[in-house]
């Protein structure tokens, strides 16, 4: 018996257009001769979806090609910037807002407070404040999407903040919302997740297919990337690094469980570990008014023995942590973010103290451990999620049908 196989069109159109997007995006300039060949596709379909990609200004043609006996063939590029998006990261406590074109250059970027943790209130404070954004930033170039990313848990093919630690988004349909405003597409996703990604297509991690980002601000979490995807699970993040046991009789985290890792490593546990010593009377060029975490790297960095070595008992413990991943995942690359790298080499050095006595030796042997390339935009994420869109076709086919 034959089984007849249901094709759907409209998916083969988009993974084809998205084979060719993104061959011109990473391998540009490149002829319609070599997409062919590379993609696997007739010439005449080549053809086809170039001609739709240059009608809607998505790529260009650039100088011909040296001939190898013919007419010379014409190359391709993506031409980057004729449209334009917001990207949004919801801190704790702040709103950034950044309009990027497809190049990846920042137009604008501004930061804002957001008082209320009521999720109703902050989800109306996002829309309000990047109206204005856009009011006051955006010229006339096309606007093509709004991404928002943050910390927690996010289901992010139906748009919804499972959870989020400081604010009491509680499987809140947030996406649905600012798609009902905006009638662009929305991009919603965890901030941590997102920057590895943009690590992998922008960052340290490019020369790499496999990765993690470790991030270590007011809590602690991980972006895996396998295979130059991230790795989810049913489109629900994975990766809650920060919520690893690490001392069973630890202090108390805000998850409920006793002594996870972000009680020892993150921000907030850093400076109150720093000016607990103080206050016991252990002599520190910091006072106990003085303490935040970039004091404490930049105290550390001079010599200060006491945050030195609260940094360095910080680097063995997440150490711990980052072995199980390696030991796990095997990844070519391991990359840190947060404040705490400001004294990179003293928490580095604990890293790899825990690391070459917890992780495999073959594996441990092939993984690099170093600074994130981002450390200091925390809207990056976004941009990763519209280049992930533009190279998977699902942002495409909307630009190529308007």
């Known amino acids: 018996m034959y089984h007849k196989q249901i094709v759907n069109v409209d998916r083969v159109k988009q993974v084809n257009t998205a084979a060719i997007y993104r061959l011109i995006d990473l391998q540009g300039p490149i002829s319609r001769i070599q997409l062919s060949e590379q993609s696997q596709l007739a010439p005449a379909s080549v053809t086809k979806i170039t001609r739709q990609l240059l009608a809607s200004g998505l790529i260009q043609e650039v100088a ?3 001939s190898t006996g013919g007419r010379r063939a014409i190359s391709l590029m993506t031409l980057q910037r004729p449209y334009q998006f917001i990207s949004a990261r ?34 109306e404070q996002i829309i309000e404040d990047i109206d204005a954004f856009i009011e006051q930033y ?20 139906s748009g919804t903040v499972v959870y989020t630690p400081h604010y009491e988004f509680r499987d809140f349909a947030l996406g649905s919302k600012l798609e009902e405003h905006y009638k662009l597409p929305i991009f919603l996703g965890n901030d941590t997740r997102a920057m590895a990604l943009s690590e992998h297509y922008f960052g340290a991690s490019q020369d790499c297919l496999d990765s993690a980002l470790i991030s270590v601000r007011n809590g602690t979490s991980a972006g895996i ?11 629900r993040d994975v990766g809650e690094i920060g919520h690893i046991q690490i001392d069973p009789l630890g202090e ?25 010593i103080i206050e016991q009377g ?8 003085q303490v935040n975490i970039n004091a404490i790297c930049h105290a550390a960095n001079m010599g200060d023995q006491v945050c030195k070595q609260v940094l360095q008992h910080c680097g063995q413990t997440l150490g711990r942590a980052i072995a199980i991943v390696i030991n796990l995942f095997n990844p070519e690359k391991v990359l840190i973010s947060g404040e705490i790298m400001q004294a990179n080499d003293i928490v580095i050095s604990g890293v790899q103290q825990s690391v070459s006595h917890q992780a495999l030796a073959a594996f441990e042997r092939d993984t690099t451990i170093q600074a994130a390339q981002f450390q200091q935009n925390p809207t990056m994420g976004g941009l990763a999620l519209v ?6 076709g699902s942002l495409l086919l909307q630009l190529l049908d308007s």
């Open 64 to 66: 011909q090609q040296a």
């Open 90 to 123: 919801l801190g704790r406590g702040v709103l950034d807002i950044s309009l990027y074109d497809l190049s990846g250059s920042q137009q604008a970027h501004q930061q804002l407070s957001v008082q209320s943790k009521d999720p109703n209130e902050v989800t």
């Open 252 to 276: 108390l985290c805000q998850c409920g469980n006793l002594g996870c890792l972000e009680t020892v490593v993150s921000n907030k546990a850093i400076e109150n570990r720093v000016r607990k």
């Open 138 to 157: 955006h010229d006339n170039q096309p606007l093509i999407a709004v991404t928002l990313t943050l910390s927690g848990l996010v289901a992010t093919a």
């Open 387 to 392: 280049k992930r869109a533009l190279h998977d």
């Open 225 to 235: 990337i396998i295979g130059g995807e991230v790795f989810m699970r049913q489109h």
């Open 282 to 289: 252990s002599p520190c060029s910091l006072s106990a008014a």
